[in-house]
């Protein structure tokens, strides 16, 4: 990937979005400095000054470790690149003010995804020469490939101090589960979190398209892509006749882990299906009945398919409500990612709403109304968004899908005032993004959670028409893009300080160079204040939050790309692209 024409320059103290602002949208952007007082700024353009202002100091921000001033530039009418924002004696990296500028990015989010695929040669059309690979894990594979995969023989490979993580589970089925999308920067396939991923595409076809228009070729691309991974979740289905028939593998992975690189179709390793998890089931459930829906005027069979399997699994999960995955990590290698949780509230109501707005029956809606997430319950659908907490995806989908439920106006007066409390927390963030971790400690992926939580400003800016989550969406977005402690955009690809080492086996560039790095739209998890791998926690450990962060391949636990942090990336690209003409 080619560094942007400034990357080797000190980052400069005016922290800007590098790539760029709609035009009459606001513009903001801050200052690091040690003034105590207001300092004046201008916004400069081929040596014109467009506007000036004078700057609101902000004091000392925790989560930054720096002090800084806020600078409210506005709305800026006039279109082109090579703005730049001065403030005491800095300039900003240039950005463009424009219409278009997100659509770019909503297609090459996407096409991550495709790049991300299994069990299918890349060819030299998806993205160059550059990133063509042969198939991963197929039957000429030095392990025999994803096409028949046996489950874990008990004890092997799960055990730790002479406990078996899976209870002594195994089964006879072999299943072909080939295809599919890698997870991350390793070759494991795991349901939930490709639950998540094809849930937030889906959601892309459904509600943001419902919301603003979508950049021409992206709906059929996400049919296409979503397609593709809803196919393998079918197949990971424990099969009719074995134990825990209709609940879903949870993942299927290597035996220990591989070095870095290994190319998909290199991958020595022993490859199993894991337990069967209540997780994965409701996951499938819920994704299958919205796969259903939204594909259903397309390909009424595939539809018939997924409905089918999604009843399947949700009934097969009321029957083992509590067959939790267990944290693999505790093993000394345990070659794939855990995905553990032994909360499912969230994925209840999550694949009882899916499976009520898909087929309108009573029993998912009496299902969902006694669950503790629902309006009138004790937990908030919107606390966090992520893999293990899904929760909101069911509340956004019963907001933005139109159906028949009677609470419907409260769901989305609900989904109105989550967006409204994001942008207090944001008013209240220097750097202008809504996410604030108590104590100022960011979680893995903190990327991803500002991602989604600029999801639930795209989604309540349909319900609401309110400019101000579009603008919120828009501020937050900068945070990616450069507006950060660090002055980096967090997209290889966007801006004039992209990051470009992710963590992965495959766009290994730093470690061989002959090897692509990840292509052009894909973001990093970013900042982790638990820095948990050696290289982070060796370069930047105990920092404050936003400085825990390192571009390097090796930092696995502050710097890996993942399907489901690159699809609400799809969301807010497609959002940001289009939101100058919204549907409403
Ligand atoms: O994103 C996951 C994060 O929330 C967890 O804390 C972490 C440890 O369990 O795992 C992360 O997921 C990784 C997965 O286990 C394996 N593939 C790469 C994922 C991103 O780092």
Not at 36 to 65: F, I, K, Y
Not at 209 to 221: C, K, N, R, S, W
Request: proline share 9%; hydrophobic share 40%.
């Amino acid at each position: 990937m080619r560094p942007g024409p400034g990357a080797s320059a000190p980052v400069p103290r005016v922290r800007a979005n590098q790539v760029g602002h709609l035009p009459g949208v606001p513009v903001a952007a801050t200052l690091v400095t040690d003034a105590r007082t207001p300092v004046p700024w201008r916004l400069e353009r081929a040596g014109r000054t467009l506007a000036q202002g004078l700057s609101t100091p902000r004091g000392h921000d925790p989560s930054a470790g720096l002090d800084v001033h806020t600078l409210e530039v506005g709305p800026v009418t006039e279109v082109g690149e090579g703005f730049t924002l001065v403030a005491d004696g800095a300039t900003s990296d240039p950005f463009a003010v424009g219409a278009h500028l997100y659509a770019p990015l909503a297609a090459d989010a996407l096409r991550f995804f495709h790049l991300q695929r299994s069990g299918t040669p890349i060819g030299p059309e998806v993205a160059g020469p550059r990133y063509a690979r042969p198939a991963g894990h197929v039957v000429s594979s030095p392990h025999g490939g994803d096409t028949h995969v046996a489950c874990l023989p008990a004890g092997r490979a799960a055990t730790r101090d002479g406990v078996d993580l899976y209870d002594g589970w195994t089964d006879t089925h072999v299943l072909d589960v080939s295809g599919g999308w890698y997870d991350a920067g390793d070759h494991g396939k795991y349901v939930v979190n490709g639950g998540i991923a094809v849930a937030q595409l889906l959601g892309t076809l459904e509600w943001v398209a419902a919301t603003v228009e979508l950049p021409a070729g992206l709906e059929d691309a996400l049919r296409d892509e979503v397609r593709w991974e809803l196919g393998w979740m079918l197949r990971m289905q424990v099969p009719a006749g074995s134990r825990f028939a209709g609940l879903v593998h949870h993942k299927v992975g290597d035996e220990r882990w591989t070095p870095i690189p290994t190319l998909p179709h290199q991958d020595p390793q022993p490859r199993w299906l894991h337990r069967p998890s209540t997780a994965a089931a409701l996951n499938l459930a819920a994704v299958a009945a919205q796969g259903a829906r939204v594909l259903g005027d397309h390909d009424a069979a595939f539809a018939g398919q997924l409905l089918a399997a999604a009843r399947t699994a949700y009934d097969a999960a009321l029957r083992t409500p509590d067959l939790y995955a267990p944290d693999t990590n505790v093993l000394e290698n345990p070659g794939s990612g855990p995905y553990d949780d032994v909360d499912l509230d969230d994925e209840r109501y999550w694949a009882a709403a899916e499976l009520y707005l898909t087929t309108g029956e009573g029993r998912y809606l009496v299902d969902l109304r006694a669950n503790p997430f629902h309006l009138g319950g004790d937990r908030d659908p919107f606390a966090v968004l992520d893999w293990q907490r899904v929760a909101a995806l069911g509340r956004i989908s019963l907001a933005r899908v139109p159906s028949p439920l009677p609470e419907a106006p409260d769901v989305r007066a609900a989904l109105v005032a989550a967006a409204d409390a994001l942008v207090v927390i944001q008013a209240d963030q220097p750097f202008g993004h809504p996410y604030a971790p108590a104590d100022d400690r960011y979680d893995w992926g903190s990327n991803g959670l500002l991602l989604n939580h600029l999801t639930v400003l795209g989604a309540a800016w349909g319900v609401s028409g309110d400019v101000r989550h579009r603008d919120a969406l828009a501020e937050g977005a900068g945070y990616l893009f450069g507006r950060n402690a660090l002055g980096l955009s967090y997209v290889t690809g966007y801006g004039t300080r992209d990051v470009h080492r992710q963590h992965s086996r495959w766009y290994a560039q730093q470690v061989d160079p002959t090897l692509p790095p990840p292509p052009p739209g894909t973001v990093s998890g970013g900042p982790n204040s638990a820095t948990p791998d050696p290289v982070s926690s060796g370069a930047v450990g105990g920092r404050p939050a936003q400085q825990c962060y390192v571009d390097d391949i090796g930092a696995w636990g502050v710097n890996e790309l993942t399907v489901n942090w690159n699809a609400p990336l799809v969301q807010v690209a497609a959002l940001l692209a289009g939101a100058l003409t919204p549907r409403r």
